[in-house]
């Protein structure tokens, strides 16, 4: 147990002081309570100092006791689950927790780069751009490096996040944002309405500023109003309060984005349960009831640590029953910060003084001051004495220009309180500004949305509630539930009398954006160089582009524009609000979505048995596939895939080739619209043949090829490549549904319901044999090259059974039902063993068809032709198909274009590699003498080299040249001979015998 | 954003694919090239109300004639395109 908690008070607060947490800071041990955050512990502990600022490297204390603090940034946890810039004011206490500081070194107390103070006047606005401009090279070498180790935030873990996180979907009626007096009054309204209701709320407990600030409502005590509410509320079935859950970010069509910190408040996850949970949120009606945030008044020193919002300074003393200061100065031009001395005095703790900016304060404060000896001051805050220490002195100019001094250890300041306009100004909604408070308003929201309490502009607690009730009625109502609501709770409200104070000058550093080290007078420098509009200003200073998003700078950043251009604030206007509200970690968005289970993973019908094989895996898109099935004493890839097309090509082998895209084509009109789709003509194909095919996007460049068989009148079989198979669906459908509307033809998609095996090899037939009901006949007189059609297998199961051939071999693919895929593979297997039949994989069959010739993915590549592909005669001229028409584009028809070709090295031992450059024999390599380049390549066992096929200009008509290939990127040169890109069987007797 | 299929009911963005204009159509077969090429890349930018493509791909395979507000996602109307759905009967 670390030692006392020096600040803490005896009583009171929401803490539970029987739940003792111990914790480190900074490596130091401390303690705090259940009901904590690590902010507020630290303040229990009367730790001041807990950062330096990202530039100057300033000495920084905690400002808010909410997500919009700028200062109190920390390293949370360690090792693998370090998280940098986590805020100390929103993170809980637990057992255990370790947080260091960031940005400092050696200590935060003794840091060496705040040397950087010394320096402060050259790093002024845009001074990255104005200093290290030259020489251009040193800027990623030296510049950039040294700039980032000085300059900074924290350290992110740098190894693999052990956490699992998870995504979901809520639907709901009404989606409240915010659980203070306008949210849970919403909530009650909507719920007794009858309608479905969502409530998120970021803090770990219910009640907003009440829990905070206390007050009367319905003639109780804030607490047990809250106590009250929070039972009617969980007796509803309908209500669901989410705690921890930030709602971050307005979509379109009613969708929202909210983030539930599920465990962030334990040491690490339960096991089998996510970190954090990222909701996507669709709600017909969405209530903001943000509330507000109370925002700074920039005067030299207000960094000194020990100077903090009013309404914090509130929060610590009355929520956490923890003392940031005790003997406090308030500084504020609003009655809100009074509030502070109420809080501070009951909590048996000392003002120092008020130092009030408005011209006059009412006779009860003045008498509140008598009575408890502190003076008001009239006048601003000018000067801080202080450091890392906190605050000693204050410096206060008067009304009329005398000068005072107060003595006090913390300073509580308010400069009144913005409405949190961020999730009503995500659709590029522009707030409009309201005199009275000072203060920007949401004007209109997004579709569905609508802004009550604080966050509409009406800080009342009386207003927040039938504001927010309102709103929860209307919300209701309009989602179809008209319940009987019952009454709005009822309360007081507070005074709220503002005189605008932004900046007051005086010696020293003012600062506007703690976070990013933004001065007043950065914005003044900014103003005189031209970057005027708050975009730019923005941009050149970084003003509110940090991780808390300028909450509580952008608007006095304006503001002082707007004094510094002569113009009003609501004419300089405000920068573009993008969600999401606080940061949300990529580890959220990505959910399970990681790793193995990044994607989803498709398993061809043989697979398990494959794998019982050993079979090397590859994937092809979703898909596994069998690569190559690798024997013992194989010494590589290479050697087992020789293997494997040396006994295909001299016995039989098969392999699954289900992952070819399968669609049946039916309807009287199936033929023509086959016609339509692929260049060549496939209603004139008789029943029972199958014929290959070539589909063109319109623009003329190839699509996709595959094998199509008709099998009755009226129905086809289409196959397509395993890469395009989705999406071919897709075009199909487009042009059925879309284009060709007329033709009375339907599609399904049968990818998945067969498993298809290619059997390939001189013994196919015999080992077909032993599979297919011998009453088939399976003569090449009886099922010749391209004839398809249904057979039965021995045993009743019916198949598909095409002779067709991507190997140049005796060929058949044939298909069953996908739950016969793997009893098929070990059925093959079984009688195919008297003939020495060999599973083959991807490699295999790739390496069959370089030797064949035939076309596939690298060749169909999105660039080429039909007649690039060598298959311009196939381009049917009695038909309109898709492509037609720009196919004959001059461009695409020019005799200099790049077509397929065969290659082979000069020398026979050389191996060849995709991707080499042709070059004309004798040149130097360059773009200007480039001719195209190789595509595909393998080692044919048949030829007893590598052999490959290339894209190469004039190719056809200059075979038997010999060329260079120019490979820059393995830094390899050689001769290849260009060749016909038939190696294997050129007039193709073996796949018809 | 949320479609509501004619067929499905209202579904999410992702079980949708875009493709874009739904306004071009493809020309006669002797039409010649330049109506083909305008047909092909000649696409207007619009911002405010424009009739799309969308493909519901996560659902039924309907291809479905979108009507939405290019500044402000907000959609009017869902059509489902002339082939949509189920085999013409007596065709």
């Known amino acids: 147990m670390a030692g006392v908690q020096t600040n803490r008070l005896d009583s009171g607060g929401l803490i539970d002081r029987s739940a003792p947490l111990n914790f480190r800071f900074d490596g130091k041990s401390f303690s705090g309570f259940q009901g904590d955050t690590l902010a507020s512990a630290l303040v229990a502990n009367g730790v001041k100092l807990v950062g330096r600022s990202f530039k100057y490297h300033r000495p920084r204390g905690i400002l808010t006791a909410g997500s919009e603090e700028p200062n109190a940034l920390v390293e949370l946890r360690t090792g693998a689950r370090r998280e940098p810039n986590t805020k100390a004011t929103t993170a809980e206490l637990y057992e255990g927790l370790e947080a260091a500081s960031q940005n400092r070194w050696p200590s935060l107390r003794h840091d060496v780069m705040s040397v950087n103070q010394l320096f402060a006047p050259i790093f002024v606005a845009g001074f990255y751009y104005k200093t290290f401009m030259w020489p251009a090279k040193f800027w990623e070498a030296i510049y950039e490096p040294a700039i980032r180790r000085a300059a900074g935030l924290g350290r992110a873990a740098g190894v693999a996040d052990p956490d699992h996180y998870d995504k979901a979907w809520a639907h709901c009626d009404v989606l409240i944002a915010g659980s203070g007096p306008a949210g849970l009054a919403a909530a009650l309204a909507a719920g007794r309405s009858g309608a479905r209701v969502i409530l998120c709320e970021e803090d770990f407990t219910l009640g907003g500023r009440l829990l905070s600030d206390g007050g009367m409502i319905d003639g109780l005590p804030a607490a047990e109003w809250l106590v009250r509410t929070q039972a009617e509320l969980a007796a509803m079935p309908d209500v669901r309060i989410m705690t921890r859950t930030t709602l971050f970010g307005v979509y379109d069509g009613g969708t929202y984005g909210a983030l539930e910190r599920v465990n962030d408040h334990l040491p690490s996850a339960p096991e089998h349960q996510v970190r954090q949970r990222l909701w996507r949120v669709v709600a017909k009606r969405c209530v903001v009831a943000a509330g507000a945030l109370e925002r700074p008044i920039v005067f030299a020193g207000n960094d000194t640590p020990g100077v903090m919002m009013a309404s914090a300074m509130r929060t610590y003393v009355g929520r956490y029953a923890a003392v940031p200061a005790k003997r406090v100065a308030l500084f504020t031009n609003n009655e809100d910060g009074w509030r502070t001395v109420e809080t501070t005095l009951a909590a048996g703790l000392q003002i120092a003084a008020v130092i009030d900016a408005r011209p006059d304060v009412s006779p009860a404060h003045r008498s509140l001051a008598s009575k408890n000896g502190f003076t008001v001051l009239h006048g601003s805050v000018s000067g801080v004495d202080g450091g890392k220490d906190g605050v000693r002195k204050i410096a206060v100019s008067l009304t009329g220009g005398a000068r005072a001094e107060v003595e006090a250890d913390g300073l509580a300041v308010s400069g009144g309180w913005n409405p949190a306009v961020g999730l009503t100004s995500y659709h590029r909604g522009r707030p409009k500004w309201r005199d009275d408070i000072a203060a920007f308003v949401p004007d209109g929201a997004p579709p569905g949305m609508v802004a009550a309490g604080a966050a509409n502009g009406d800080f009342g607690l009386g207003a927040c509630l039938s504001q927010g009730f309102a709103a929860g009625a209307a919300a209701a109502h309009d989602t179809g539930h008209g319940g009987e609501a019952g009454t709005a709770p009822v309360a007081d409200d507070e005074a709220f009398a503002l005189t605008p104070l932004w900046h007051v000058a005086g010696k020293g550093k003012a600062f506007v954006d703690y976070q990013h080290d933004v001065t007043a007078s950065d914005i003044e420098l900014a103003q005189r160089e031209g970057f005027e509009s708050v975009e730019h200003l923005k941009r050149y200073t970084t003003l509110g582009m940090a991780t808390d998003q300028g909450k509580t700078s952008n608007v006095a950043g304006l503001a002082i524009m707007a004094a510094v251009s002569g113009r009003s604030i609501p004419e300089t206007g405000t920068t573009i609000y993008r969600p999401p509200y606080v940061p949300v970690a990529i580890g959220a968005f990505a959910g399970h979505h990681r790793d193995e289970t990044f994607h989803a993973t498709r398993l061809t019908p043989s697979h398990h048995w494959a794998a019982e094989q050993g079979a090397v895996f590859v994937d092809t898109g979703l898909w596994k596939r069998a690569q190559w099935y690798p024997r013992a004493g194989e010494k590589d890839w290479l050697e087992s895939v020789t293997r494997e097309v040396t006994a295909v090509r001299g016995g039989v082998g098969f392999c699954d080739v289900s992952t070819l895209g399968k669609i049946d084509v039916h309807g009287p009109d199936a033929g023509a619209f086959l016609d339509r789709v692929y260049i060549n003509t496939f209603s004139n194909l008789a029943v029972g043949k199958a014929r290959y095919g070539l589909m063109l996007r319109e623009d003329g460049i190839v699509y996709d090829d595959g094998t199509t068989s008709r099998l009755a009148e009226d129905h086809y079989f289409l196959t397509t490549t395993t890469a395009k198979a989705g999406l071919v669906m897709q075009h199909l459908e487009f042009c059925r549904q879309v284009l060709f509307p007329e033709l009375d033809v339907q599609l399904t998609s049968v990818s998945d319901q067969w498993a298809q095996f290619s ?224 190696f294997y069987d050129p007039d193709g007797g073996r796949q018809r015998g | 954003m949320r479609i509501v299929c004619p067929f499905c009911g209202e579904r999410e963005l992702g079980e949708f694919t875009y493709l874009g204009d739904a306004k071009p159509v493809r020309p006669a077969a002797d039409a010649g090239e330049d109506a083909v090429y305008d047909y092909v890349y000649l696409r207007d930018n619009i911002a405010g109300m424009m009739s799309e493509n969308w493909y519901h791909g996560g659902g039924c395979r309907a291809w479905l004639k979108v009507t939405r507000n290019t500044l402000t996602h907000e959609i009017s109307a869902v059509e489902p395109a002339a082939g949509a759905g189920a085999a013409k009967v007596g065709a």
């Not at chain 1, 005796?810 to 008297?834: C, D, T």
């Not at chain 1, 068809?849 to 060749?859: C, D, L, Q, S, Y």
């Not at chain 1, 077509?899 to 040149?923: C, E, F, M, N, W």
């Not at chain 1, 595509?935 to 008509?957: K, N, Y």
């Open chain 1, 759 to 982: 059997i390939a090899g001189p013994k196919t037939r015999d080992l077909l044999k032993e599979i297919v009901d011998p009453a088939e006949d399976l003569s090449n007189e009886g099922f010749p090259f391209m004839a398809a059609r249904e057979v039965a297998l021995r045993g009743g199961i019916r198949a598909r059974l095409f002779r067709i051939s991507f190997s140049g071999e005796m060929a058949f693919e044939i298909s069953v039902p996908a739950r016969y895929g793997e009893a098929m593979a070990r059925n093959l297997m079984l009688a195919g063993k008297q003939f020495g039949v060999t599973p083959y994989g991807t490699e295999a069959l790739g390496v069959m068809r370089v030797e064949k010739g035939h076309i596939a993915g690298p060749e169909l590549s999105g660039t080429t032709t039909a007649a690039d592909l060598g298959l311009g005669k196939m381009m049917s001229t009695k038909k309109d198909f898709i492509g037609r028409v720009m196919a004959g584009r001059e461009a695409l028809v020019a005799p200099d274009r790049q077509v397929v070709v065969g290659i082979r090295p000069t020398d026979r031992a050389r191996r060849l590699r995709s991707g080499a450059h042709i070059i004309p024999k004798g040149q130097t390599p360059g773009p200007g003498n480039d001719q195209g380049y190789v595509t595909s390549v393998c080692f044919s066992p048949t030829s007893d080299q590598w052999i490959g096929l290339a894209l190469v200009e004039h190719g056809r008509e200059r075979i038997g040249e010999i060329v260079h290939a120019h490979d820059p990127i393995r830094g390899e040169d050689y001769d290849v001979e260009l060749c016909n890109p038939v």
